[in-house]
């Protein structure tokens, strides 16, 4: 590795960047000072250029100080950039424009990168697909491989915290670029009371989301399937995918599966086998942000703490500066296994030697809340009688921490304790006996839950937990189905109420180790609000349903031999973990 060398940085505000269109985006740029030329760094963001998510990143002059250009953009219609503010739909071909006009930077030596996380990494996603040859490596962190599943929706379920919150969070610099710089104070105070907001119905007429300053909002909502609008930029088809990718991501983020997705079918479905090697992946235990070893209720440990600088440097000083570093050397997937709490280094994703495990939930009929007869073993069940619960909308489960975005104190973020909510008779719960040993799960996990209800839509939620010996019970994953969704994101169906259904549905990616004396616990309901909006039992797919529509269900979840309920967990053996 070379001696380290470190620039003295000038800074050039607001260039101004000429799209094809003629619409004008501005940047900083940061350049090092000194002889020869130098690989280029874009960052394009919706969140202030000068801000340039210093939250979780260093800021861009410390990059330039290791001898890379810093671009920093606000895009299309945010803040000091010209045009009007769509998510989403201007992105490809404004990073193509951006990238060209960097890599005609009178200093830059041809090889450019992009980083960002979240709608920043998004970005760097949409542009080498737009313009694959002028990019050189990419590292997206945080984000999707679209906007419609694991963004806007799960499973036919709104992410509602979200989504509610980041339009408003989006708003306050619309409202000074729509001549109401008055507003702005109104717009803030909005989203610092928007979770006074969430019960609110109906969902596409909001007392605190602006139709004026967060019309998109609205736009979403007017499309709660997956239909065209979505798949326009869904990333589905990674087949000539050419640029080398760092997937950096978070056992409790929003976006995780979109990650682990990205970097699955990179690293399987492109056809060049020199791109699909140089693909990585790096999962801490961090929340959307900041990325800490303390996550919502949890210390993760030292080892926890944002490594994500350290590791970005050294993949752009290999792929722009050609640094022999050996990261390319490492095995690809680097995952940090909380309980135990440590980083390990795989070389797929999923784990090859992964033992895909059914555990099966029993009880004898009574497995509402804490007090209840729920157990949860690895035997099938064979009669059984069923559990049963009253869903009321209108007294909806509340969400204890989980995968929501972006800021812990307005969404339901991270690890905590769901004894809160295991209290209730409308959950569920089904623990294991104390573990005899360390069991470890890491991987993907599956959810196939048997059901009726007595409405003709309603949702069905799993939940992960691990159950501390002094009774503790920390959420791992959370997952949701709506019923009407149950065979398509395209068209959904209602359900015929009385009849038994097969819910089969992803919950989640986690890696825990469950100490010996804790339990592995699961949590069934049919609400995890306001992480995702209520089912109002009624099939419904517009959101203009209010609250008369509200109507009680009674849910059946069945584990007998001819309906055996249960979740498929990622069991790694010990010996070889």
């Known amino acids: ?68 250009i810093v671009v920093t953009q606000d895009v299309r219609g945010k803040y000091a950039s010209e045009g009007e503010f769509r998510p989403y739909h201007f992105e490809r071909q404004d990073g193509a424009d951006t990238i060209r006009f960097v890599k005609s930077l009178p200093k830059c030596n041809g090889k450019i990168g992009m980083y960002g996380f979240s709608y920043v990494g998004a970005t760097q996603l949409h542009a080498s697909v737009e313009a694959p040859e002028e990019l050189t490596a990419i590292a997206p962190a945080f984000t999707n491989d679209g906007y419609y599943e694991d963004w806007s ?42 979770c006074e ?59 995780l599966q979109g990650t682990l997705r990205n970097y699955r079918r990179m690293t399987t479905d492109c056809q060049n086998e020199q791109v699909r090697a140089s693909q990585k992946l790096v999962i801490g235990p961090w929340y959307h942000m900041p990325w800490s070893q303390l996550v919502g209720e949890a210390d993760f440990g030292q080892d926890g703490g944002n490594v994500v600088n350290d590791v970005q440097l ?58 209840g007869d729920g157990w949860l073993d690895t035997g099938a069940p064979q009669s059984e009688p069923a559990d049963l619960y009253v869903y009321n909308p209108f007294d909806p489960v509340p969400s204890l921490g989980g995968h929501s975005c972006c800021i812990a104190g307005l969404t339901p973020m991270g690890p905590k304790d769901q004894r809160p909510v295991e209290i209730r008779n409308d959950v569920l719960v089904y623990f294991t006996a104390p573990l005899q040993e360390d069991v470890e799960l890491t991987g993907p996990v599956d959810a196939v839950i048997y059901a009726s209800s007595t409405a003709d839509d309603t949702d069905f939620t799993v939940k992960l937990v691990d159950v501390h010996p002094d009774g503790k019970s920390i959420n791992l994953l959370e997952g949701i189905q709506r019923a009407s969704y149950r065979e398509s994101n395209d068209q959904p169906s209602p359900i015929v109420p009385g009849e038994i259904y097969e819910y089969r549905f992803c919950v989640g990616s986690t890696s825990n180790l469950f100490k010996a004396g804790h339990r592995i616990g699961v949590e069934i309901s049919s609400s995890n609000f306001p992480a995702f909006d209520r089912n109002l039992n009624r099939f419904h797919v517009n959101k203009d349903a209010g609250y008369t529509d509200i109507q009680n269900a009674t849910q059946k979840i069945y584990h007998d031999a001819a309906h055996p309920t249960h979740l498929v967990l990622p069991v790694i053996p010990r010996q070889n973990a």
């Open 314 to 371: 050294r993949w752009f000083q290999h792929w722009l500066q050609g640094v022999d570093n050996g990261v390319m050397d490492e095995p690809p997937v680097s995952i940090f296994v909380m309980g135990e709490n440590k980083w390990r280094q795989e070389h797929q994703w999923p784990l090859a030697r992964t033992q895909y495990t059914k555990f099966y939930i029993h009880s004898a009929g009574g497995a509402n809340s804490l007090t």
């Open 153 to 194: 929706y799960k499973n036919g379920a709104l992410l509602l915290a979200f989504l509610q919150s980041w339009s408003v969070f989006l708003a306050p610099d619309q409202a000074a670029r729509k001549g109401h710089p008055d507003e702005i104070g109104a717009v803030l105070d909005n989203l610092n009371h928007i």
């Open 197 to 255: 907001g969430y019960g609110h119905l109906p969902l596409n007429d909001h007392p605190k989301i602006s139709r004026e300053f967060a019309p998109y909002y609205y736009e979403w909502l007017e499309h709660p399937t997956f239909d065209d609008y979505w798949k326009q930029w869904h990333l589905g088809d990674m087949s000539s995918f050419s640029t080398p990718a760092l997937h950096i991501g978070g056992w409790y983020d929003v976006f």
């Open 1 to 68: 590795m070379k001696d380290t060398e470190y620039y003295d940085v000038r800074v050039q505000r607001d260039a101004a960047i000429p799209m094809r269109d003629g619409v004008a985006l501005f940047a900083d740029i940061y350049s090092p000072v000194g002889e020869g030329q130098f690989p280029a760094l874009l960052m394009r963001s919706p969140y202030d250029k000068s801000h340039s998510e210093f939250i979780t990143y260093m800021h861009p002059e410390w990059y330039a100080r290791q001898g890379f």
